[in-house]
């Protein structure tokens, strides 16, 4: 096999930013002129995050082939140029879930089923395909060093990297080297026992990623190193930073792709980052601030809108903005009548959502949103959202609902696809990844994309009820985008409002902060010009 492949691990706590971290150097070794792909391997035994609460496991990213992914996935279309598919998530589920499929089929002959080879031998096989045809394959492995979940992985590139010998497999670990307040000074234990598990499993670390929230002295790596048996060059510091773009520009500084590119024997040009640096500038010099309101339930855990954040941030540095998110309880809005949790806004989203918890506190968002001429961008539900309030208050439908929130409504101009009706398998059923939409020419969001035809991506089971659409629109709310061969709406806007755009799909899964979706952009450029036309307090 020609493709070199790195694998990540981390150790000590979860959440050090394994997959930010992949995601970067992936951007490194880009700028350096190498074709790479990132997929992440996932301990867990469900089959796809698609039926986890985000408060467990955060955003579910979506990828084109209608694939229900881990959050990773998603830092890793942002820093790179990589568009991630189902091949770039494996689980627990989906390991043993083809074994078991296999053992039915009597591919192994009547032999013993077991973790080692069988499990693991289809771990490696999973890694061997996705790594193929590329220079370089980054492997994160989900979960720290020491976790039962993690074995059978951990066994697998052990594996690896004994069947693949010489300069061809690299292993990076992540490890925690905390302040501790009491003894004013850095430990490096926790890394140390970290790595001695590692080790005790047969992987000897090549590179370590410290995250620490301040510097570490020389002295200190050449602990780390000698307690490791690590090179000495080869303990990166990782510091926590402001800016989660500058990640890349941080490990180029401490020589991380020189070190890559030295082990693995690599022939490269010098790697580039002035965009990633233009990027930090901008997000760390920006010359006025803007306020979104990000009306949601899970308000709490800031991961489930990872992507939603990201692409506002985006905009923010693309106009030279910061965007300040003002995340808004739905839930406690809807017994607020003054609007006090809002009206400092400059703008109005509403991102996706399930259940009906919350639902009448989105209504009276969008029917402020839309009254006071603040601009307002619906996303997927909040799409809905606008459709339920248009109807109640415009159109007169006074019981106008979604059927996920009243299944008996006569009203429903909310309602689930015919398709969804008989589903009884909750994961990877609802309207997945990428479809087409065609805009009506000359409407707002046709100009927006420069475009009347379009392709974005889909994570839902309820839709816009086409019964209901020639009153609605009779009463002026613009059904400017549609799905042709489905039939269905894509997008909606009011002519008289100065940016009011809602969409069934999810334009924040497709933003980078090197290519910025244009809804995020013209909408943050609207609330920003909102902003400015309001009258000096």
Known sequence: MKTKLIFITGGVVSSLGKGIAAASIGAILESRGLKLTIVKLDPYINVDPGTMSPFQHGEVFVTDDGYEADLD??????????????????????????VIQKERRGEYLGKTVQVIPHITNQI????????????????????????IESLPFLEAIRQVGHEMKGNQVLFIHMTLVPFIAAAEELKTKPTQHSVTKLREIGIQPDILLCRTDRDLSTELRKKIALFTNVAHDAVIQAKDVDCVYEVPIRFHDEGLDGKIVELLQLWTKRSNLQKWADIVYSFKNPKDVVNIGVAGKYVNLRDSYKSLHEALEHAGIALNLKVNIVYIDSEQIESDSDAMAWNHCDGILIPGGFGERGIEGKIKMVKYAREQKVPYFGICL?????????????????????????????????????????????GATMRLGAYPAKFIPDTKIAGIYGSTEISERHRHRYEVNNKFVPELEKAGLVFSGKNVKLDLVETVEIKDHPWFIGVQYH???????????????????????????????
């Open 73 to 98: 996935l998603g830092h890793y279309e942002r820093y790179t140029n990589i568009v991630t598919s189902s091949h770039h998530n494996f689980t627990t589920g989906q390991i043993y879930d083809t």
């Open 124 to 147: 490696k096989e999973n890694i061997y395909n996705a790594a193929e045809g590329n220079d370089v394959a980054i492997i994160e492995i989900g979960g720290t060093v020491g976790d």
């Open 507 to 537: 334009p924040e899964f497709k933003s980078k902060p090197l290519d910025v979706h244009p809804l995020f952009y013209r909408f943050v450029e609207a609330s920003y010009a909102y902003k400015q036309s309001k009258p000096a307090k």
């Open 382 to 426: 909040g799409l809905q959202m606008a459709v339920i309030e248009y109807a109640r208050n415009i159109v007169g439908m006074k019981n106008a609902n979604t059927t996920e929130a009243d299944q008996n409504t006569s009203e429903n101009v909310i309602d689930l696809m015919n398709e969804q009706k008989n589903v009884t398998d909750m």
